[in-house]
């Protein structure tokens, strides 16, 4: 596969309607039981700069930053939305990342999507709700090569193709004020070796 010098991920700006995404969002900040995940960075454990939940169907425990995290169950607001996200990334997802950016301070990062219960060139689909902030991606070896979108109320963000194996992320802090955000990256884990 030739490499691309874009990464394979696409930005749909109001995938949800406004009123729909402003719904979403007071209902998540309720239904999750949002928690600070330990994670391990240059060797040392430190709380996370944002909440999080991991949630999923049965089997889907997921190992990231060194830590391994059994799912929590399905809310109803993400349970309705399931379909639907499946639909729009063409996989029929099994679990989600969640993440409560409180405010500018708090942040992701730089990191690929790359553990390998995703098995190889996964689809993600990244539901974004309430404050816009920047997301970012540079090259893994050319870190020259940078590309950044502005993720928005009810925007949805695909990423697929090579994009994590050629590509990190990072959500930047931000000094400007900016409304709380969640962020949810929908994913296929794949069933586990034995
Ligand atoms: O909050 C975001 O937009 C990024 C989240 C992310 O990269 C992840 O959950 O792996
Ligand atoms: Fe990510």
Known sequence: MAETNFPEASLIPGWLAADEADALLVALRGQVPWEVHRIRLFGRWVDSPRLSCWIGDAGTGYV?????????????????????????????????????????????????????????????????????????????????????????HGSLLLMAGDTQADWKHALPRTARPVAPRINLTFRRILPRPR
Do not use: Q
């Open 64 to 152: 990231y930053s060194g830590a391994r995290f059994e799912p929590r169950p399905w809310p109803d607001a993400l349970a309705a939305l399931r379909p639907r996200i499946d639909e729009a990334a063409g996989v029929a997802m099994n679990s989600v990342l969640a993440n409560l950016y409180r405010d500018g301070r708090d942040a992701m990062g730089w990191h690929s999507d790359d553990e390998p219960e995703l098995g190889v060139r996964p689809v993600i689909a990244s539901l974004s709700l309430g404050g816009t902030r920047r997301f970012v991606f540079r090259h893994r070896r050319d870190p020259a090569r940078k590309h950044e979108f502005a993720l928005g």
